[in-house]
């Protein structure tokens, strides 16, 4: 029962940083019906800046509240400005051009943030400074749970919710929802389609980044080419939650992410991502969207 | 003779006598560019033929490269023997994974295909049944004997790798002018009008997969007779990937579009070796602008939307 429960943290922890990622990934989908691939580079670069701003601005000054949040400021609205830039350069001029076309495009892109992150930090592992965060450790009856564990719980939740408020009830959410829906008659309503996919690109890049962020401080060692995987296993959760659908991405991602705890847990890590899509395999044969369904009519 | 004949005629007599004036660096990566240019071809049939988004290409190769590999190091086979199973095996093994997605719209069937490639090399990883020799792969594989002769020298396997495209574009261009080449350009030019003039697309699309990996799977076989041994890298996505990328970046269904990508993606990343760091870099961007500046490919088909079986007749 032990295994059970610490299993049941942990993949929860990842699980939030898997809805994250996935968020950006099933956003990009929903208005653009591209697989962004380059988007979980992006995640990488994330932890990368991270590392520089943190060990540049705070290097001796200890941590502060102020500081690891100006830390995820800075770090998140320099990916935004990278993804809003990938936008503009790299699928901007293929939005005409067949879809296939600007699959290849994002698989440059990737290519391209992949090797300027080996160019500029190394091909080596890089360590995360581990003062982000006080160690602060609860053991509740043998079930160990950390603060980093919770302040990810606490602010991808909040992440999410404030998401999933702005896509529905704001007027730029509308608007976003619209795009989604029939690109040519929002354009007719009035909506400016390009500056609604740069600010999707902004959001999805900027949460991006926060998973990013967190996947450093979680797993303090950080690769030039550990985007690739993560990007991975967050679209394949956005696949099982349902793409283009927003609480279907949440949803992917907690279950994913708590399943691949429990393989690690009971069966083995070796075997974790030929689980994944075993599980994704199983999950298109009986439904062919995703578990909460493609949201076609309101696809964001 | 038509001017595609000539330049189809140029490069084989180019590829031809390469080995006469390549040294054996040079003779090797131009093995291997044969051997990816047959791969790429069987990617193209499912990929740019039949329209089916398909990113886990490298899986079948892998199998029959590591068929070959463990019939021969662990049961003693000879290589000649093994060059049935190295396409049979493939061949069921797509049958049989694909079939259950093969109804999956685009995205996700490329996802699940990435999928499928990725637990194939976890099973070569964990060394499922002792067979596959793990990380490290298999080593000391033979080499082609026929009645006493040993085909072991680098000129041996590249005419060897040359025969092998020779039959692949022979095969290439028989599926043009068949009843399934044609059903492949009306499934992938509007499935639901294929589906209404009574194509079965499911059957076509698995046809395709079933040829697709057989293919590869030969390719495979040479692949590790070449190197003599076999690794779960070479078998990995971002090989799929780059398969994947030749056909788009060469032109979809063009046979010189094709051999263009196969030379792009592979043979230009090897003469740049020297710029180690930042090639990929470069490589990158350069994937990002001919996309833009050719959406088609460099090298797209050229009839447009009539086949070239048909506008034959109307002449």
Known sequence: ?300 | MSKTNMIALGFLVIMGVFPFFADSAWLAVGTTFLVFSVVAFSQDIILGRAGAFHMGHAAFFGIGAYTTAILNTHFGWPILATWAPAVILPMTVALITISPIIHLRGDYLLVATIGINIIFIQVLENDLFGLTGGPNGIFGIDVVRVFGFEFFEQTHMYYMAFILLGITLFIMKSLDGSKFGRAMFYINKDDVAAQSMGINIRYYKMYAFAIGAGIAGAAGSMFSVQYSAVSPEAFNVLQSIMFFTIVLVGGSASLPGVLIGTFVMFVLPEIFREFETARYLVFGLAMILTMILRPRGIWPVKFGNIPAFLKKDVK
Do not use: C
């Open chain 1, 1 to 300: 029962m032990d295994i059970f429960l610490q299993q049941l943290v942990n993949g929860l922890t990842i699980g939030s940083l898997y809805a994250l990622v996935a968020l950006g990934y099933t956003m990009v989908y929903g208005v653009m019906k591209l697989i962004n691939f380059a988007h979980g580079d992006l995640v990488a670069l994330s932890a990368f800046a991270g590392l520089t701003v943190y060990t540049n601005i705070f290097a001796d000054g200890g941590t502060s509240i102020i500081a690891v949040i100006t830390v995820f400021m800075f770090t998140a609205a320099i990916i935004a400005v990278v993804g809003v830039l990938l936008e503009r350069l790299a699928y901007r001029p293929l939005r005409t051009a067949p879809r296939l076309s600007a699959v290849v495009s994002a698989l440059g892109a990737g290519l391209v943030i992949q090797n300027a992150i080996m160019l500029i930090w190394g091909p080596n592992m890089k360590i995360f400074p581990s003062d982000l965060f006080p160690s602060t450790i609860w053991d509740i009856n043998g079930v160990v749970v950390t603060f980093t564990q919770l302040m990810i719980l606490g602010i991808s939740s909040v992440l999410m919710i404030a998401l999933y408020l702005f896509i529905n009830k704001t007027k730029m959410g509308t608007a976003i929802r619209a795009v989604a829906i029939d690109q040519d008659a929002a354009k007719l309503m009035g909506i400016n389609v390009n500056k609604i996919i740069m600010i999707i690109f902004v959001i999805g890049s900027a949460l991006g980044a926060v998973a990013g962020l967190f996947i450093g401080i979680y797993y303090r060692g950080i690769t030039f080419d550990m985007g690739w995987m993560y990007g991975l296993s967050a679209f394949v959760a956005a696949i099982i939650g349902g793409i283009g659908n927003i609480p279907g991405a949440m949803f992917g991602g907690l279950m994913l992410g708590l399943f691949n705890a429990l393989i690690s847990g009971y069966i083995s890590s070796a075997w974790a991502e030929t689980f994944t899509f075993i599980l994704l395999i199983i999950v298109l044969i009986f439904r062919p969207t995703g578990i909460l369904g493609e949201k076609v009519a309101e696809k964001v």
